[in-house]
């Protein structure tokens, strides 16, 4: 199964409910597993290392070439470093226009290769362009299981049933 993860970089102190949440997912999917990430700081590189804990395979979707620039801890970079070297395949986008498209043109891309999503998101509009809300209204369009996990209030909801609800009958 291949499984994309979109999430915020400030979990503050529900890092570890998150990470307890993401591995509890990644253990009840069947194999193969496949995780997809940009290696983010916070929920994206967590995930990549439960997806590498769980013995998956890790694909990266780069934003844009200099990517780990944006980091602005120099830990968070460092890790993004290491998981890098452990992913199994790689693609750097070229970049079109702002940095906040290049985000969101790699969200797209990881929803698109994606057979679930992972979203540890606080339910709110994206701040900017690209943010982890508007890539899950993304995968919402491409019809994407969600699994929403809201680091605010701990809870974790499996947006499949709203989604397929909505969708339009098949003739």
């Not at 700081?41 to 944006?70: C, H, M, W």
Request: aromatic content about 8%; proline content about 4%; glycine content about 8%.
């Amino acid at each position: 199964m291949r499984v994309g993860i979109t999430g915020h970089q400030r979990l503050g102190d529900s890092k570890q409910w998150v990470q307890q949440e993401v591995c509890q997912l990644l253990v009840a999917l069947p194999a193969p597993l496949i995780g997809i990430s940009s290696l983010a700081a916070g929920a994206d590189q967590l995930f990549a290392n439960a997806i590498l804990k769980q013995r998956g395979l890790l694909e990266v979707v780069i934003p844009f070439a200099g990517y780990e620039s944006t980091f602005s801890e120099d830990r968070d970079r460092e890790e993004f470093h290491r998981l890098l070297k452990l992913s199994v395949r790689f693609e750097t986008l070229e970049r079109h226009g702002t940095d906040e498209e290049a985000y969101f043109a790699a969200g797209k891309k990881l929803i698109d290769v994606s057979d679930l999503v992972v979203a540890v998101w606080d339910g709110k509009p994206a701040a900017g362009l690209g943010g982890t809300g508007d890539v899950v209204k993304y995968a919402s369009q491409q019809w994407k299981r969600i699994v929403h996990l809201n680091p605010n209030d701990r809870t974790r909801r499996d947006l499949k049933s709203a989604i397929e609800s909505t969708r339009p009958a098949v003739s």
